[in-house]
């Protein structure tokens, strides 16, 4: 049990834990790919490295690109994403009960963090559209520190916020973020709604798989002490 008035700190991925944005991210990388005149990659493909930087991602999808041509693929799909984000049927739609959870744990004096394979302008958007920026106090993106499952972003937030492994909770979808959290000390819970399948969260360390959002706040309370 972490010590009274400790501070707690919950840090969610975003993608695939907060926000359902497969659609736009698997279209987009189609696009990408198109731009430069190469057979796009299997929608199954692209949802099994969303999570990651988009450098990775991209090589870890064409692991036969060279170096130029896979910046060309980058290039090309932060323009398309950046358009694709104008239109104004542009949706990241919040998974069910997303919202809800993150007041209520806001309100029981959790400090909450964001740590995403995102860039931060990215990031911004998504929290923006959705009135959510100033519920978080420290966000982490890839376009600015070394993406999952390297534990950087991770540190980088618990140091912002003030907090201890021990009083650190990293919510996420991905064996990435189960990953980035045994590599940084801290308890991974994982969500069974993404983009990873429950077993191989498991297999990388999540200490529980969520099948709601209702569940989290009891779970944080149990794990990191009751409400203040």
């Not at 450098?55 to 358009?83: C, H, K, M, N």
């Not at 709604?193 to 191989?200: A, F, L, Q, S």
Request: charged share 25%; aromatic share 6%; glycine share 10%.
């Amino acid at each position: 049990m972490p010590r009274e008035n400790a501070t707690r700190l919950v840090v969610f991925d975003c993608d695939g834990t907060l926000v359902d944005s497969q659609h736009h991210i698997v279209a987009t990388m189609e696009e990408a790919f198109a731009a430069i005149g190469q057979a796009p990659p299997a929608p199954a493909r692209v949802r099994h490295v969303i999570g990651l930087s988009l450098g990775e991602a991209i090589a870890q999808l064409w692991p036969e690109g060279g170096a130029e041509d896979l910046a060309r693929v980058e290039a090309a799909y932060r323009a398309a994403f950046f358009a694709r984000r104008q239109r104004p049927d542009h949706d990241e739609p919040l998974y069910q009960g997303a919202r809800e959870c993150i007041e209520l744990l806001d309100a029981r004096g959790y400090l909450l963090g964001i740590a995403t394979g995102k860039a931060r302008r990215g990031l911004d958007a998504t929290l923006g559209r959705h009135g959510l920026l100033a519920r978080f106090v420290t966000l982490q993106t890839a376009d600015r520190a070394p993406g999952k499952p390297d534990p950087t972003m991770l540190e980088w937030a618990m140091r912002e916020a003030g907090a201890e492994p021990s009083t650190t909770l990293l919510i996420g979808d991905t064996s990435y973020d189960m990953e980035m959290a045994r590599n940084a000390r801290v308890t991974a819970i994982g969500v069974s709604w993404g983009y990873h399948p429950p077993e191989v969260l498991a297999r990388y360390g999540a200490h529980a798989v969520l099948d709601s959002f209702d569940a989290l706040a009891p779970l944080a309370d149990d794990l990191l002490g009751g409400a203040r």
